[in-house]
């Protein structure tokens, strides 16, 4: 089956950076799309990034654009989450994802890109 496993989360301070990872296995992972969500206390889950399976394309919330970056490397079966500039705001459970169905897909759609979710790993800005 999918696993999903994220690392890389911790505390940082304002203005600081992250680099989230998750390595994935059950599938071929150089197939699929995957994203980041993140939750922040009594707040909803939101999506926060997406990358199409090939890494050549990218979709981002407005509220991170300009400040993090999705990538990956299908040769190490792991997605990242590089985090800039980073904000109080920030502070979340971060998850990874990946999509139900191969190939290309809609980045931009929420459902299509999280079929699959990791355990989360818990970042925290402090101001």
């Known amino acids: 089956q999918v696993q999903l496993v994220e690392s890389g989360g911790g505390l940082v301070q304002a203005g600081g950076s992250l680099r989230l990872s998750c390595a994935a296995s059950?599938?071929?992972?150089?197939?699929?799309?995957m994203g980041w969500f993140r939750q922040a206390p009594g707040k909803e889950r939101e999506f926060v990034a997406a990358?199409?399976?090939?890494?050549?394309?990218?979709y981002y919330a407005d509220s991170v654009k300009g400040r993090f970056t999705i990538s990956r490397d299908n040769a190490k079966n792991t997605v990242y989450l590089q985090m800039n500039s980073l904000k109080p705001e920030d502070t979340a459970v971060y998850y990874c994802t990946q999509s139900a169905a191969p190939g290309n897909i809609r980045l931009s759609s929420a459902p299509a890109v999280s079929a699959y979710w990791g355990q989360g790993t818990q970042v925290t800005v402090s101001s």
């Open positions: 990358i199409s399976w090939s890494g050549t394309s990218s």
């Open positions: 059950g599938r071929p992972f150089s197939s699929y799309a």
